[in-house]
C-alpha cells in the first residue's frame, strides 16, 4: 500500500510561482506513472502533467511552457513547479501514483492541496 501526501499549494498572485511536492510512502510499493491532477468545483478532475519510468513527460496544453513537472525515483518524490501563474490554475491540485496489484492498474491519491491564483 502507497501513501500520496502534497505539499505547497498556497495562495499566489497571477505571474507568481508556486512549487508543489508530492512524497509516497508505504511498504513494497512500486510506482510506475506519476502525475499531477487538478479539479475545480463542478469540473472533472484533470490531468495536468506526468512523469513515466522511461522519463517520458506530459503536459497540458494549458501548462506547457509554465509548469514543469520533476521526479525523483530513488526517493519517491514527484514535484511541480509553476510559473506564470493564472488565476484559471486555481484547483485542488492532487497527486497520482500508478501501482500494479493483483493483475490491474491501481491509482493511489494524495489528498490534494488547494492552489488559489488571485488577479
Known amino acids: 500500500q502507497v501513501q500520496l501526501v502534497e505539499s505547497g499549494g498556497g495562495l499566489e498572485q497571477a505571474g507568481g510561482s508556486l512549487r508543489l511536492s508530492c512524497a509516497a510512502s508505504?511498504?513494497?510499493?512500486?510506482?510506475?506513472?506519476m502525475g499531477w491532477y487538478r479539479q475545480v468545483p463542478g469540473k472533472q478532475r484533470e490531468l495536468v502533467a506526468s512523469?513515466?519510468?522511461?522519463?517520458?513527460?506530459y503536459y497540458a496544453d494549458s501548462v506547457k511552457g509554465r509548469f514543469t513537472i520533476s521526479r525523483d525515483m530513488d526517493k519517491n518524490i514527484l514535484d511541480l513547479q509553476m510559473n506564470i501563474l493564472k488565476p484559471e490554475d486555481t484547483a485542488v491540485y492532487y497527486c497520482?501514483?500508478?501501482?500494479?496489484?493483483?493483475?490491474?492498474?491501481?491509482?493511489?491519491w494524495g489528498q490534494g492541496t488547494q492552489v488559489t491564483v488571485s488577479s
Open positions: 512523469f513515466a519510468r522511461d522519463k517520458t513527460t
Open positions: 508505504g511498504s513494497d510499493f512500486f510506482l510506475y506513472t
Open positions: 497520482n501514483g500508478r501501482t500494479f496489484l493483483g493483475g490491474r492498474w491501481v491509482d493511489n
